[in-house]
């Protein structure tokens, strides 16, 4: 028993009941129009606004997180299934292509293609911790594959298992009351829960947020299956900042003072957390950003084990040689760490420095010319974000710089913090390894729905036999392209 004494962790045969039930699921989700699963996604949104007050009160109580935090995570939570029903709504993301036969296509008579996006099955979800509504049992994982079509099966985190149960309950009930079908939406915990769910072959897909090992042993175990499925890891990212001497002299003070909220908000503990501050030789800033980090207020950490593991990560930080301790945090609490080291340190010590540290750690960079922080960017693995603080009259000068950040980041900001992931069709929250699995893919979003879809042609199929958006009838008022001969 290690979820809760209350909670204990889901039995072999509790588990293939689950199971059992998504993969029965699955056939009659693929066939509700989308406009049903739009309804049962308002439906939770509706349910979990209506709990609010308990359910905020079962996160404080096992988190270490504030209520306006939590209250604020909530709403953002069920206003992202309420975005994700408009989408269903719509029906435009099942991208539903007619292209009608052609006997006289240049390359030989073609046939009757119509090709569309369905469901890829039941969907395992893992749980973060950092984020216990919008990245938990009802968050945007959860939202997008309810959107796709396909059951979702939640593994739980074990930092809040009893707001986890209570949210799977009350979502649960409202998908139902709703129209879904049984088994459409289930949750089960523990370790070796999560793992022999992800090697059942009844589980299409699978989506995780969390640290790079973990991700890492959970992707392995995925792509060895004898049917090998997509695994969609959001794992680790230092999400560099680059200055430019122009906006140094602009607005130095504003982004001294904006760079250390961003990388102490909420302990440090989200996955945007600038980790890197390079700035031009002779910046000015040393002052002010030492006196912002020793102001910064101390605030508890999630649980023990992500504070063990911070202080891992900032020990070996500091022990680097070369390194230098600007502002040392106390490990109690934690507060802020600041660490400063030159260009050549941090790539002589990448393996050291060049890791997240998932807390309040960040370091300094100084760096001599363009072609030095075009030299140090080529250093970086995958990132899910990179930022540039220019002014305008500096779009040269960064030019290069830009071009290679865009090559290791999925979302490049300007004059701006990455501490802040909009809600919204345009947002890329991914970047190639290890930010992400799959570089090509989101995980907040609409486009987020996308991972859990598979496309499917039919050719020369007798109508009887196509599925409704890909009818000339179009009995679901579907968005479809159509190709005409000729």
């Not at 029903?85 to 009608?100: I, M, P, Q």
């Not at 982004?255 to 910046?283: D, E, M, R, W």
């Not at 990560?313 to 230098?324: H, I």
Request: proline share 8%; net charge negative.
């Amino acid at each position: 028993m290690t979820a809760t004494d209350s909670i204990p962790d889901t039995t072999g045969a509790e588990l293939d009941a689950a199971l059992q039930r998504a993969n029965r699921a699955a056939e009659e989700m693929c066939a509700q129009p989308p406009a049903g699963r739009a309804r049962q996604l308002r439906a939770a949104a509706d349910a979990l606004d209506a709990a609010a007050a308990e359910l905020v009160d079962l996160a404080r109580a096992e988190s270490n997180l504030s209520e306006a935090r939590l209250t604020g995570e909530l709403a953002r939570t069920t206003f992202q299934l309420r975005l994700f029903a408009e989408t269903a709504d719509s029906g435009e993301f099942l991208h539903v292509v007619l292209d009608r036969a052609d006997p006289d296509f240049p390359l030989g008579p073609k046939p009757d293609l119509r090709r569309m996006l369905l469901p890829l099955g039941p969907v395992l979800v893992f749980a973060a911790s950092n984020f216990p509504f919008a990245f938990s049992v009802a968050g945007g994982d959860t939202a997008a594959a309810l959107a796709a079509g396909c059951p979702v099966l939640v593994k739980a985190h074990p930092g809040h298992p009893a707001l986890s149960q209570r949210t799977a309950e009350i979502v649960g009930e409202a998908l139902r009351s709703a129209g879904a079908p049984e088994g459409a939406f289930d949750v089960v915990f523990g370790f070796e829960t999560g793992s022999n769910a992800l090697q059942d072959p009844r589980i299409r897909a699978a989506a995780f947020t969390g640290s790079v090992p973990a991700g890492r042993a959970l992707h392995d175990i995925a792509a060895a299956r004898p049917d090998p499925i997509p695994f969609f890891g959001e794992l680790g990212s230092l999400n560099p900042v680059f200055v430019t001497p122009g906006a140094v002299r602009a607005r130095g003070a504003d982004i001294a003072s904006g760079y250390v909220n961003s990388y102490c908000g909420n302990a440090g503990q989200l996955c945007t957390k600038p980790g890197l501050l390079f700035l031009p030789a002779g910046h000015g800033l040393g002052e002010a950003l030492v006196g912002h980090a020793r102001d910064a207020a101390a605030h508890p950490m999630l649980n023990e084990r992500l504070h063990e593991g911070f202080e891992q990560r900032r020990r070996e930080a500091t022990e680097v040689p070369g390194v230098q301790v600007l502002v040392d945090g106390d490990a109690a609490g934690p507060s802020p760490t600041l660490l400063a080291a030159s260009v050549d340190t941090l790539l002589e010590h990448r393996e050291a420095l060049l890791a997240e540290a998932f807390g309040p750690l960040s370091i300094v960079v100084e760096y001599d010319s363009p072609q030095e922080a075009n030299r140090v960017a080529e250093a970086f693995a995958g990132n899910l974000t990179a930022t540039v603080h220019a002014e305008d009259d500096e779009a040269g000068l960064v030019g290069g710089l830009v071009r290679r950040l865009r090559e290791r980041a999925g979302r490049v900001l300007f004059n701006g913090w990455p501490t802040g992931v909009a809600v919204s069709p345009a947002m890329q929250h991914g970047g190639p390894y290890p930010a992400t699995t799959d570089a090509r893919f989101t995980s907040v979003g609409t486009a987020s729905i996308e991972r859990f879809l598979r496309p499917v042609t039919y050719q020369n199929a007798p109508a009887g036999v196509l599925p409704e958006p890909l009818r000339d009838d179009n009995p679901w008022n579907i968005p479809q392209t159509v190709h005409q001969p000729g």
